[in-house]
T-cell receptor, first 112, second 114 residues
Framework: GESVGLHLPTLSVQEGDNSIINCAYSNSASDYFIWYKQESGKGPQFIIDIRSNMDKRQGQRVTVLLNKTVKHLSLQIAATQPGDSAVYFCAETNSGYSTLTFGKGTMLLVSP | ETGVTQSPTHLIKTRGQQVTLRCSSQSGHNTVSWYQQALGQGPQFIFQYYREEENGRGNFPPRFSGLQFPNYSSELNVNALELDDSALYLC?????????????FGPGTRLTVT
């Protein structure tokens, strides 16, 4: 079936750098996308979301970009901190459906 | 913290046994979704309960079943456990049923089947 995937399984950055985590999705019917952060031993934590009628959305230190033409989603984290170290998942869904489809995840490692 | 709690934290069962996992949703939320997360993978949707009724189901066999109670807490039951059922089981609560995208996850129950 269709699923969400990520390009990079592990991303290592230095503290203070900007991080970019990428995600490709294949379900053209998806119209809502979410980024989650999962720390060891915890459940996924909502970071930011974006609807398909937008191509960019900004939060605190995070920006999500959506390119529907190539079915690509990215999460940008500014001034990455050691506390940002975690696994990041993108997820997609379609209006009217109850299910979130998650990708495999990217591990972000931030060195002091 | 999201306010979603799950019990137990860890569980070890033997193949063929049955297990019940529990979830208390965040205050004010009437929808609970269950996910299975295998090691190194993203969560996979099992099913969702909205106002005590099943509201959607993923690609899981019937031996995975659930309940939602009037206080919106929920149970996940798995019968005839298989080794591949070893995973982290996550519940997430939200408000509004279908279209309620912002889901708040609990810490999960780690199930090991031997």
């Amino acid at each position: 079936g269709e699923s969400v995937g990520l390009h990079l399984p592990t991303l290592s950055v230095q503290e203070g750098d900007n991080s970019i985590i990428n995600c490709a999705y294949s379900n053209s019917a998806s119209d809502y996308f979410i980024w989650y952060k999962q720390e060891s031993g915890k459940g996924p934590q909502f970071i930011i979301d974006i609807r398909s009628n937008m191509d960019k959305r900004q939060g605190q230190r995070v920006t999500v970009l959506l390119n529907k033409t190539v079915k690509h989603l990215s999460l940008q984290i500014a001034a990455t901190q050691p506390g940002d170290s975690a696994v990041y998942f993108c997820a997609e869904t379609n209006s009217g459906y109850s299910t979130l489809t998650f990708g495999k995840g990217t591990m972000l490692l931030v060195s002091p | 913290e999201t306010g979603v709690t799950q019990s137990p934290t860890h569980l070890i069962k033997t193949r063929g046994q049955q297990v019940t996992l529990r979830c208390s949703s965040q205050s004010g939320h009437n929808t609970v979704s269950w996910y299975q997360q295998a090691l190194g993978q993203g969560p996979q949707f099992i099913f969702q309960y909205y106002r005590e009724e099943e509201n959607g189901r993923g690609n899981f066999p019937p031996r995975f079943s659930g309940l939602q109670f009037p206080n919106y807490s929920s149970e996940l039951n798995v019968n005839a456990l298989e080794l591949d059922d070893s995973a982290l089981y996550l519940c997430a609560s939200s408000s509004g049923g279908q279209g309620s995208y912002e889901q708040y996850f609990g810490p999960g129950t780690r199930l090991t089947v031997t």
